[in-house]
């Protein structure tokens, strides 16, 4: 009789990310691999006022891949299609989600304890970058959503299709 490896030894298997908000109430954790929407810059507007950053810096990974291990983070939702999850205690922004459509969710890469293991690989909504942020690297850059992006519903957008037929103002997006 062999028993099944334990949930801990499969953990163990896949690399485990940790992280957490300002003040230390809101902590989690994520294994690895991400999902194949990768890590990238966001400098779409709601993601700016939301974090009052000029730009964040996210990682998308399975949902099921992702837990919060401590704390009760705040769900925000930023538009009809997605929620935000912050510390309400220190106002971190931790986690962005669709609602619906692919299960995965993307962690902002700053709140991990460390954010070096997860370097950007895009930039996002480049439409609405402020000027004075200078990116000075050579990562592919799209006006909206990336070559990647799928939509609610599983449809693929371009870079090129996604900015000439978006239904949205440049520099704003449906998060
Ligand atoms: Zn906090
Ligand atoms: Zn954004």
Redesign the pocket.
């Known amino acids: 009789m062999t028993a099944a490896p334990a949930p801990d030894q499969l953990a163990a298997d896949r690399p485990v990310l940790t992280g957490g908000c300002l003040c230390g109430a809101v902590r989690y954790r994520v294994s690895g691999p991400m999902s194949r929407e990768g890590a990238g810059y966001?400098?779409?507007?709601?993601?700016?006022r939301?974090t009052g950053a000029p730009v964040?810096a996210?990682a998308s990974f399975p949902a099921e891949a992702f837990a919060f291990t401590a704390g009760d983070p705040v769900a925000y939702r930023s538009s009809a299609e997605a929620i935000r999850r912050f510390c309400g205690c220190c106002g971190t922004q931790l986690t962005?989600a669709y609602l619906e459509g692919p299960p995965f969710l993307d962690i902002a890469i700053a709140t991990l304890d460390d954010p070096r293991a997860v370097p950007p690989q895009f930039h996002?909504?480049t439409a609405s970058r402020i000027p004075w942020l200078k990116l000075g690297d050579d990562l592919p850059a799209f006006d909206g959503h990336g070559a990647d992006f799928r939509p609610t519903g599983g449809m693929a957008a371009g870079p090129q299709s996604s900015s000439a037929n978006a239904p949205l103002l440049p520099g704003t997006?449906p998060?």
């Open positions: 966001c400098h779409c507007r709601m993601c700016q939301s964040v996210w962005f996002l909504w997006d998060d």
